[in-house]
DNA sequence: AACCATGGGTTGACGTGTCACCTCGACGAT
DNA sequence: ATCGTCGAGGTGACACGTCAACCCATGGTT
């Protein structure tokens, strides 16, 4: 089915660089990625209803001291924009997995419901069986480690260049003639 | 910044059974996954306004052999459901990126436009620029290779279980009274 | 006091992806 | 000839994420 034909061009391997056997490794990567990730959807979705997003939030709340956690704590918690938090968040009030509660002053603390732990503790066994159907079982504990090792590395990689918002530093008199490649 | 609290709960150790290592290197993958797919697409919708999904989608066709292809053709190389790529492709048409052309017969075909492949042209080589700097340069050579090891092995796992699409033999006579699980 | 800067939180518009369902021509069986 | 069905393609509703802008209380400056 899958001819991994993924996300590069003819046009690349002359001018970017990358060799056959990077564009091979990432190319995989990234369908993998994405074929992952899609049936994590599916399988959460179709066991409980839940989407990996409501999962994840189930989850940092049932760690939170209180079983509650202030909306900024949750976005760096879970390295979110607050935008999405907060549509997540709402989406997730409107089917009563997790409630709004304001705190005396200015303090927003999101709380998990009664029905939030329920649906959290129906979907995780099966979620982690899932995850190691699809992934941890397929491979061996070196190659586990290995994939550690790579994440960390890559995150840490991002850690530094961060995604330039508005660094004050560029660019700075012309009208955004061309594009800002 | 990311604390790493990633999309398990501690609901899940006791019961579904992922060791340490295993809960580790799995949060660690999913994060770093999605943080690279969200700066690739923010580089990308910088640097020429395109989406991910609209670099695939120009790259299968400049290497297509006539510029052009079969929706499904399409959508078998790319691993996509055919409405996904419909809704790309309705999108992509709107912006001039490519076209539809029907063949006298049932035939529809999708083309890359002159202005689609100047898009390509232009996005390309910053684009696995940011590929090299985000991954491949970060790894060792060998690095590379376990990961290209690893992604391919997943992905050769997945290709046996299907998603179950209305696989005919699944609890045939009750109504569904619970969860799929 | 008036001022503005910051930051937590909100909102709306928009692009993206999925699901379930629909159309329609081709083809085979009766 | 009619029916069934299969596969290519399309459609609409909805969930998810991002972006940019906004509200407003706090906390300095002057």
Redesign the interface.
């Known amino acids: 089915?899958?001819?991994l034909?993924?996300?590069?061009?003819?046009?690349?391997h002359e001018?970017?660089?990358?060799t056959e056997?990077?564009l091979?490794?990432?190319q995989?990567?990234f369908?993998?990625?994405?074929?992952?990730?899609a049936?994590i959807e599916?399988q959460l979705q179709?066991?409980?209803g839940l989407s990996?997003a409501d999962?994840?939030v189930?989850?940092?709340l049932?760690?939170a001291p209180d079983r509650r956690l202030r909306i900024f704590q949750m976005g760096?918690?879970?390295?979110w924009e607050k935008s999405r938090l907060h549509h997540q968040i709402t989406r997730m009030c409107g089917r009563g997995l997790v409630e709004r509660q304001r705190g005396d002053a200015r303090a927003i603390h999101v709380a998990l419901t009664p029905r939030g732990h329920a649906a959290?503790?129906?979907a995780?066994?099966?979620?982690?069986?899932h995850?190691?159907?699809?992934?941890?079982d397929?491979?061996t504990p070196a190659?586990?480690?290995?994939?550690?090792?790579?994440?960390?590395?890559?995150?840490d990689?991002?850690?530094g260049?961060a995604?330039e918002t508005g660094e004050d530093g560029e660019a700075p008199t012309d009208g955004r003639a061309g594009?800002?490649?």
Chains 1, 2 share one sequence.
């Open positions: 089915m899958h001819q034909i993924g996300t590069m061009g003819v046009v690349d001018q970017g660089g990358l056997r990077e091979d490794a990432w995989t990567f369908l993998m990625q994405e074929v992952v990730r049936r599916q179709a066991c409980g990996n999962y994840t189930l989850a940092v049932s760690e760096a918690a879970l390295g959290l503790a129906e995780a066994p099966a979620h982690s069986r995850v190691r159907e699809l992934v941890i397929r491979l190659q586990i480690d290995q994939l550690a090792a790579i994440s960390h590395t890559i995150l990689g991002l850690r260049n995604p594009l800002p490649c």
